[in-house]
């Protein structure tokens, strides 16, 4: 094991030139990142976790309740045993040749079947309150994180200047607040790992992991080699967008059109401008020009940068969304059914067409189509985690 760590941890790869792992051991008269703080992530990313459950339970609920969000979930589904038997043992999503089959069983027409099992599958979506207390935690995170990356980056010079990232490399001493900065947002995003498996369940499910993935990576491996001033600035430009999300989002679930509509407009110019440009004009340019110019070439510098790129592609993935959201809500007055959306909706043919053979099979539908303003879209959070 000793062998496979001093090969992983190589110098020579994670280190520039005419720098070892001696220069960043900790002194008596300075303090450097050391790995072994890494693993205070862990039992803090516990705490977040069970700090978030209690602030939902007692914070977030009561809030939610005084502001009048539905706590009822989607319409639950009219009991029928064959085709719960259906459900749980064999598909939630049954192919045309099993409709039929049911159709005669039942004796019910096949849209009828159909919307049966659009029902079920939405009563184990989670109630619009859920999403608020979800909605509402995320926020008091982002906010504070934010509002305490602003005030710990307006004191430093690098903020002003991304060569001062670079200036005095690895002699850059670990400040207790750039510690407690780094090692919280490294356990919130911990947290969102494990968390993300039992939240309320995303179509880009898969984006959203490697998003995750990649930030932990960065956060870790910048923190190691000791290079968090940059990486400072990269947690705090991700955090902007973020907090004016949850506040769109909680605006909606609170049926504040107006309120929503404007949050999300913020959001999109917020998200676009730091995302798009920003993004790759301050922190892509010192770490892809700036850093090889300071401390030339070595191996880890393209791992970073490579992974520094896939965040930027899936800003442009977002960003795309955002803006054919923003798009539809200004030209249409209206945003069509997101393809994230947490409720699966019926169309309008289908709730033109009888329902049923027999008074059995009276099932309303539970759908959500397409909503006023960016009620779609936020209902979705086609931009959920969004970093």
């Known amino acids: 094991m000793a062998g496979i760590l001093a090969w992983f941890w190589n110098e020579r790869f994670w280190l520039p030139h005419n ?52 706590a009822n979930g989607p319409q639950k589904a009219q009991p029928n045993a064959i085709l719960e038997k259906v459900f749980t043992a064999i598909t939630k999503h049954p192919d045309e040749k099993r409709l039929e089959g049911l159709s005669k069983q039942l004796d019910w027409d096949v849209r009828s079947i159909q919307r049966w099992f659009r029902q079920r599958r939405n009563q184990e979506k989670p109630s619009t309150l859920t999403k608020f207390c979800e909605s509402m935690w995320r926020f008091t995170f982002y906010l504070y994180i934010f509002t305490y990356g602003v005030r710990f980056l307006k004191k430093t010079p690098w903020l002003w200047n991304t060569r001062q990232c670079w200036n005095g490399y690895p002699y850059q001493p670990l ?12 356990s919130f995003y911990w947290s969102l790992m494990f968390s993300q498996f039992i939240d309320i369940k995303r179509k880009d499910f898969g984006i959203m ?15 190691v080699t000791n290079l968090t001033r940059v990486g400072t600035l990269t947690l705090c430009l991700h955090d902007a967008a973020d907090v004016v999300l949850e506040a ?7 049926k504040c059109q ?14 676009i401008v730091s995302r798009l440009g920003i ?15 300071a401390l030339g070439n070595f191996p880890a510098l393209w791992v970073f940068n490579v992974l520094l790129v896939i965040l930027q592609i899936l800003h442009c993935f977002w960003s795309y969304l955002i803006i054919k959201a923003a798009y539809k809500a200004i030209s249409k007055g209206k945003v069509a059914k997101d393809d994230r959306s947490d409720i699966e909706s019926s169309s309008d043919e289908e709730e033109t067409v009888p ?28 931009c959920s985690e969004e970093h």
């Open 175 to 186: 400040m207790p607040d750039l510690h407690y900065y780094y090692i919280v947002e490294l």
């Open 355 to 382: 329902r049923s053979k027999t008074p059995h099979s009276t099932i309303s539908t539970n759908g959500t189509s397409g909503a006023n303003g960016t009620n779609g879209y936020l209902t979705g959070d086609t």
């Open 19 to 70: 720098v070892t792992w001696a220069d960043l051991q900790s002194t008596e008269e300075a303090a450097f990142p050391q790995a072994e703080d890494l693993y205070l992530a862990f039992p803090l990313a516990f705490c977040i976790f069970m700090i978030r459950l209690l602030f939902e339970r007692f914070i977030a609920k009561p809030c939610a309740l005084g502001l009048k969000v539905q």
């Open 248 to 254: 769109a989002k909680m605006a909606n679930y609170c």
């Open 209 to 223: 992991f490697t998003h995750h993935i990649v930030t932990v990576t960065l956060i870790t491996f910048s923190y």
């Open 279 to 293: 993004y790759p004009l301050w922190v892509l340019n010192t770490t892809l020009f700036e850093l090889y110019e």
């Open 258 to 271: 107006k309120l929503s509509d404007l949050l999300f407009l913020t959001f999109a110019i917020v998200f």
